[in-house]
C-alpha cells in the first residue's frame, strides 16, 4: 500500500508538470497578516508573502489531502513543497484591506510546477522576492580571455534582469598577485564585495591554450579553454553554486574569441540556474539569517527578546542561540521570506519601553542594538 502511494505521488506531480507547461495554471489566494504598531506596509509585505506561499499549498492541493494514505511515511507539506518546485511565474493583486488589526489580500497566480527558472519572468519575480542582489564578475587575471568570460557572462546575467558591478576598474586597481589569490581567499573574496556593494562575488579562473597540429600532413590551429566558477555570498561567505566547463574548437583568433565567450555564456547559465534555484527553496522553504543583538541587560532580558521576536517578526520558523556574552547575543534565525523584511518587524520592536537601532544589514546578516 506504501509502495502504490508513493508511485501515486511521483506519477502525480509529473503529470501536473506536463499539464503546466502547456497552459497556464491560475489559482485565487488569500493572505492575512496581523498590523503591528500600526505598520500596515509591514503587514502587507507579509500578508502578500503568505497568500504566495498559500498558492503553492493550493497547487499541491491534492498530494496534500492524499497523504493519509502515507502517514507511515509521515510525509509533510513543506517536504511535498520542496519537491515540486513550485515558481509562480506572474500574479495580479484582486483586492485588499485592513480589518481591525488584520490586514487581508487576494490575489491571482499564475502556477508553475515545472523547473520554470530558465524563464525571464519567472528569474525576476525569484530574484525581486530576494531584493535582486547585486553581483560582481572577476575571473583572476588580466588576459584577453579573462576579459572575455566576463563580458560574456555578464551579458547573460543583464539579460535576464540582475544587477551587474562592473569589476574593470577594481581588476586595474589590483596588483597582479591580489587579484590571483582570490580563487582560494574567501576573506578576500568577502572583503572586495563588501567594498563595491556586491553581495554575490562570482570569482572565476580561465585557462587558454593553442596549438598547431598536423593531421595529413595538414596543419591546424587548436584552441582549447578550461575554465572554472564559483559565487560566494558576501556576508556569510557561503559558496552558493559553482561549475566548470571546457571547450576546445579549431581555428585561428576569432576562434579563441568564440569557444571564450561560449564557455563564458554556458557558466553564467549554470551558475543563474543554481543562484535562482537556491533563492527559490530558500522563499518555498526557510533561509537562515544571523541575528547580532546588543543591549541587552540580563538573562531575563534576552529570554524577553527571544519570545518578542516569535510573537512579531514574520516567518520565523525556528531560533537557534549560538552565543551570550556580556549582553550580546548571536542568534541563527529560519525564516520565511526574506532579510529587509525581518528587519522592519525588528525595527518596530519595542521592549520595555526600549526601542531597536538597526546598525547594519545585509542579504542574510542584521546586526542590531537595544537602546537604553
Known amino acids: 500500500m506504501k509502495k502504490i502511494a508513493i508511485i501515486s505521488l511521483v506519477v502525480f506531480i509529473s503529470l501536473v508538470a506536463v499539464a503546466s507547461s502547456q497552459a497556464k495554471n491560475l489559482v485565487l489566494s488569500q493572505g492575512t497578516s496581523y498590523v503591528h504598531d500600526g505598520r500596515v506596509d509591514i503587514a502587507r509585505d507579509a500578508a502578500l508573502e503568505n497568500a504566495l506561499r498559500n498558492v503553492v499549498e493550493k497547487s499541491v492541493g491534492v498530494l496534500v489531502t492524499s497523504t493519509t494514505q502515507v502517514e507511515d511515511f509521515e510525509v509533510k507539506l513543506d517536504t511535498i513543497l520542496a519537491e515540486s518546485r513550485g515558481f509562480i511565474n506572474s500574479y495580479e493583486v484582486v483586492s485588499e484591506e485592513r480589518q481591525g488589526d488584520t490586514f487581508k ?3 491571482e497566480a499564475d502556477v508553475g510546477l515545472g523547473k520554470l527558472k530558465n524563464k525571464m519572468a519567472a528569474i525576476n519575480l525569484v530574484m525581486l522576492r530576494k531584493s535582486k542582489p547585486r553581483l560582481m564578475i ?8 579573462d576579459r572575455t568570460a566576463e563580458s560574456s557572462m555578464s551579458k547573460v546575467f543583464l539579460s535576464n534582469g540582475f544587477k551587474v558591478i562592473d569589476a574593470e576598474t577594481v581588476k586595474n586597481n589590483m596588483k597582479h598577485e591580489r587579484l590571483e589569490a582570490l580563487a582560494t581567499n574567501d576573506k578576500a573574496v568577502r572583503k572586495l564585495g563588501h567594498r563595491y556593494g556586491a553581495e554575490i562575488m562570482i570569482i572565476g579562473s580561465i585557462e587558454f591554450t593553442s596549438r598547431s597540429v598536423t593531421v595529413d600532413k595538414i596543419e591546424m590551429q587548436i584552441n582549447n579553454a578550461v ?17 566548470n566547463a571546457v571547450r576546445t574548437a579549431p581555428g585561428g583568433a576569432g576562434g579563441s574569441r568564440s569557444i571564450v565567450e561560449d564557455i563564458g555564456s554556458t557558466l553564467a547559465e ?10 527559490s527553496s530558500e522563499l518555498t522553504n526557510t533561509v537562515t539569517v544571523k541575528l547580532l543583538a546588543s543591549g541587552l541587560k540580563s538573562y531575563t532580558d534576552l ?34 521570506g526574506n532579510t529587509l523584511n525581518m528587519a522592519d518587524d525588528i525595527a518596530s520592536i519595542k521592549m520595555r519601553g526600549r526601542k531597536v537601532k538597526i546598525v547594519e544589514i545585509t542579504q542574510n546578516k542584521i546586526v542590531i542594538k537595544l537602546l537604553p
Open 105 to 107: 489580500i487576494t490575489i
Open 138 to 145: 572577476m575571473f583572476n587575471k588580466k588576459t584577453r580571455a
Open 227 to 243: 575554465a572554472s566558477v564559483k559565487a560566494v555570498k558576501v556576508d556569510t561567505g557561503y559558496v552558493i553554486a559553482s561549475d
Open 270 to 279: 549554470n551558475i543563474m540556474d543554481q543562484i535562482v534555484e537556491r533563492a
Open 303 to 336: 529570554s524577553k527578546f527571544k519570545s518578542i521576536l516569535k510573537t512579531q517578526v514574520r516567518g520565523i520558523k525556528h531560533l537557534f542561540q549560538r552565543s551570550f556574552a556580556r549582553g550580546r547575543v548571536e542568534l541563527d534565525i529560519e525564516i520565511r
